[in-house]
């Protein structure tokens, strides 16, 4: 079964601009996660969606959205990027919605660079 | 506010040696606790968590970790490592009831000298 995909590995975007990122879960996983990881402020959570709704989410600004299809892929956008959005995105996947304790799959994450 | 501390930026360990990262968290209740590993460029790799029951628990690659309810601690544990083991590890939390929030710690860097 293949893995968690995310697309595209790098980008380089200049401030003030927008930005997509993709991610393809594991096949039958319906809840997708997304975290930021830098080197200041380590791994954070973002947030999470089951099922096209999300669920949780963590302490960013409104510029940081998401969205999940009807097939579990899951985008998440960044608009108005700042210097400090410079991190390796990274999305992970789980089963079932049975909560906190199922195992998250990691995809090999977006890497962004911010101009 | 929930915590999760890795007392060890980096550790070095000769090849053969064992190893012990330190995790210490701080919840309300005993939270779900996992360690994961990455290797440079990679996303995260479980290697193992802890629900309920035993306090020890084995995972992949030779790795087990102990859960201690009177210390908070989840701390990591190899009797003999490889050199392919330096990466970096992450201890996380997740709140027991609550939805797939993984809170993570700030990560041990473990090198691997010959």
């Known amino acids: 079964k293949a893995g968690v995909t995310q697309t595209p590995r790098y980008l380089i975007k200049t401030r003030g601009q927008q930005v997509t990122l993709s991610c393809s879960p594991i096949s039958g996983h319906r809840s997708v996660s997304w975290y930021q990881q830098t080197p200041g402020q380590g791994l954070q959570f973002l947030f999470e969606?089951?099922?096209?709704?999300?669920?949780n989410k963590g302490n960013f600004p409104g510029r940081f959205s998401g969205r999940q299809f009807s097939n579990s892929r899951s985008e998440m956008n960044v608009s108005t990027l700042e210097l400090g959005d410079s991190a390796l995105y990274l999305c992970?996947?789980?089963?079932?919605?049975?909560?906190?304790?199922?195992?998250?799959?990691f995809g090999p994450g977006t890497r962004l660079l911010v101009l | 506010a929930q915590s999760v501390t890795q007392p060890d930026i980096h550790i070095t360990v000769s090849e053969g040696a064992s190893l012990e990262l330190r995790c210490n968290y701080s919840y309300g209740a005993t939270p779900y606790l996992f360690w994961y590993v990455q290797s440079p460029g990679q996303g995260l790799q479980l290697l193992l968590k802890y629900f309920s029951g035993d306090t020890l628990v084995q995972g992949i690659k030779g790795f087990e970790a102990e859960f201690k309810r009177s210390q908070s601690s989840f701390n990591l544990r190899k009797p003999s490592v490889h050199w392919s083991d330096a990466a970096e590890y992450f201890c996380a939390v997740a709140s027991r009831g609550g939805f797939q929030k993984l809170v993570f710690g700030t990560g041990t860097r473990l090198l691997v000298s010959p």
């Open positions: 969606y089951f099922s096209e709704t999300q669920r």
């Open positions: 992970a996947s789980s089963a079932t919605s049975s909560g906190a304790g199922e195992t998250q799959y």
